[in-house]
């Protein structure tokens, strides 16, 4: 009796491993892996897609009071250690997820192995990327989000560059000019950027002096493309972009010129650019 009832429960531990190894060969053909971490970083998945390997993973910031996922990408074709590109989004453009889309991906693909690694880290509706009462924005993405990245994505940490679109075209430049030797590039693509402070949009900055504080125009205006370092500088935005009076201001500024192809401020049109930015960054990378 003994022995039957051993051999019955050896048969039972049997067909739980093979459900067990089903399981996560499924899991594995569809490509998808979940795993944890260390403290401060939360659970990770990634798929592969689009020429990419796709990982998304959480940050619980302590420079932004709160836990904030990240989507990173690692294309296929790219060197042992790619270097990194973050890139940000705009306001209220669905965190983190807004240019993480197939078009990018595919603009991506196109450089071959040229292409660099890719973080989109998540801003907040409305942080404009910048240290405030409400989070210390440009520290989480300096502190944070660049060395997670690094590692994840098995980064070159000596070749980083920055740029976004919108309000991530602001905080690249908020961002770099705290930490200019850290970027081999940056990229204002539709950046919001206004001739003063009562023409900004209401939350983007705390109040006059949290404007002034971080009054890209101005610094430029008043000390030129230094507190950038050597990082190759980009700008652009749709002819009918609302925010061109500001984006041509800081290119003359900066001593370099903002392109105005065809346009508006909208998803259309940095879809359709994706590919010129993302060259901009790997001929940057080259020189780095």
Not at 98 to 103: I, P, V
Not at 213 to 224: I, P, Q, T
Request: net charge positive; glycine share 12%.
């Amino acid at each position: 009796m003994q022995g039957a009832r051993a051999q019955q429960r050896r048969r039972i531990v049997r067909r739980r491993v093979i459900v067990l190894l089903t399981v996560a060969a499924v899991l594995l053909a569809g490509g998808w892996l979940v795993r944890r971490h260390a403290p401060g970083q939360v659970r990770t998945t990634s798929a592969a897609a689009h020429g990419a390997t796709i990982v998304r993973y959480e940050i619980r910031s302590r420079d932004a009071h709160r836990t904030l996922p990240q989507t990173g990408a690692i294309p296929k074709q790219a060197r042992r250690r790619p270097p990194l590109l973050v890139f940000l989004h705009g306001r209220g453009a669905g965190g983190e997820q807004s240019n993480s889309n197939s078009s990018f991906f595919e603009a991506l693909e196109q450089l071959g192995d040229r292409a660099p690694a890719v973080v989109f880290p998540d801003g907040g509706r409305a942080s404009y990327w910048h240290d405030r009462a409400g989070g210390n924005w440009a520290r989480y993405v300096l502190d944070e989000v660049i060395p997670g990245a690094v590692k994840r994505l098995r980064a070159d940490p000596r070749r980083v560059a920055i740029g976004g679109i919108s309000m991530g075209g602001y905080g690249a430049y908020a961002i770099a000019r705290r930490r200019p030797s850290a970027f081999c590039a940056v990229g204002g693509h539709s950046p919001a950027i206004w001739l003063s402070s009562g023409e900004s949009a209401a939350g983007a900055f705390d109040d006059a002096g949290d404007y002034d504080r971080n009054d890209v125009l101005a610094l430029a205006r008043a000390r030129g493309r230094s507190p950038w370092g050597d990082a190759r500088l980009w700008l652009d935005g749709g002819d009918e972009d609302p925010f061109r009076p500001g984006t041509d201001a800081f290119a003359a500024a900066l001593g370099i010129r903002a392109t105005h192809p065809s346009g508006k401020h909208e998803g259309d049109y940095w879809r359709a650019h994706y590919a010129r930015y993302l060259r901009f960054y790997a001929d940057a990378f080259e020189h780095c």
